[in-house]
Each structure stands twice: as C-alpha cells, then as structure tokens.
C-alpha cells in the first residue's frame, strides 16, 4: 500500500470514528431556563418579535401581487395567444376553429405495438391531448395520417404526413 493510500485511510477512519462519535455517543443538549429572568427575557424577546411582524408595511408591489391572487382571471395564460376560442361555461367545452389552428403532422414512429405521431414537433400517441391545441385529441395514428377530433367527437381533423427536409450534416454527399 502507498503512503497516498495510508494517508486518505487514515482520513477514512478518522471521519468515521468521528460520525459514530456524534451520532451515537454524543447526547443532544436541551437548553433549560433556569432563572425567572431568563424567562422573562426570552418572553420579552418573542413578544417583540411578534410585534415586529405586525408592524411590518408590505410595498404597493407585494400589495398588488396579494391583492391579484385571488382575482379571477381575465384570460387563460396557458391557451395559445392568436386563436380564436368559444367558451361556453355551462357546457365546459371550448371550440378552435380548425383553420386557423396550425398541426403540423411531421413524423411517424412505431415501437412494438406502440404508435407515436410527431405533431407541432411533440410526439404523442393516441387519446393524448395535443399541447396548446385548443382541446384536440391525437386519435388514429398511421404512417400517412393522423386524425385529431375535438373533445366531445364534434370535429375531426385529417393531418397528411408531411416530409421535412433536413440538411445532411455529412458533405460527402
């Protein structure tokens, strides 16, 4: 064995002797109030405490942030902005029309009995909810096309497959 390794042995063993120590040997010490002055003291010095924190002013900011909390949102931040959105509350259900809302179907992967589409760059398979899709559902997925209907079965969109041209990173080519 070299010295090195006799060295950071030495260092091993001593580190565990220390954390058997601590741990196991070494009893936690309670701090007692003895006096009545130390009692009143510590009293005193919770009171001020409390009284600190009551005293304390918020910012017009954390103020506002507060105030905002609970407030009902005026619009979804998580839909995508530039989509035209009906929302009837009492049915719960919202509509995007399917022209104005952009799929892009651009890959096709099959793994065993699982069937992935790519679509808006996102792989999903089916019964999945397409992310920032207004409430589309991935739903038969072939190597050609993918449907997509609308929560509640209502409309039913066909992508075709479309090829992406990727530049070649090898210019042997």
């Known amino acids: 064995m070299s010295t090195r390794e006799k060295i ?4 091993v063993i001593l ?3 220390y954390a058997a120590y601590n741990f196991l040997a070494a009893t936690p010490k ?16 919770t009171a001020d ?12 900011t954390e103020a506002f942030i507060i105030g905002q909390a609970g407030a009902e949102w005026k619009r979804d931040p998580f839909l995508k ?18 022209e104005k809302a ?12 699982k069937k992935l589409a790519i679509i808006n760059g ?10 920032n899709g207004g409430g589309y559902i991935v739903g038969s997925i072939s190597p050609t096309r993918v449907a997509l ?24 080519r």
């Open 8 to 11: 950071i042995l030495c260092f």
């Open 15 to 17: 580190a565990v002797g």
């Open 30 to 45: 309670i701090v007692h109030v003895e006096t009545e002055d130390e009692l009143t003291n510590l009293k005193k010095l």
């Open 49 to 60: 405490v409390v009284e600190e924190v009551s005293r304390a002013v918020l910012t017009k």
């Open 81 to 98: 902005p530039g989509l035209p959105v009906k929302f009837e509350p009492e049915s719960g259900r919202a509509e995007v029309s399917a």
């Open 102 to 113: 952009r799929f892009t179907y651009s890959g096709y992967l099959e793994m065993a009995d």
């Open 122 to 131: 996102i792989e999903y398979k089916a019964g999945e909810i397409i992310v």
């Open 149 to 172: 209907e609308l929560t509640g079965g209502k409309n039913v969109i066909i992508l075709p497959l479309e090829e992406v041209n990727v530049p070649l990173l090898d210019k042997t």
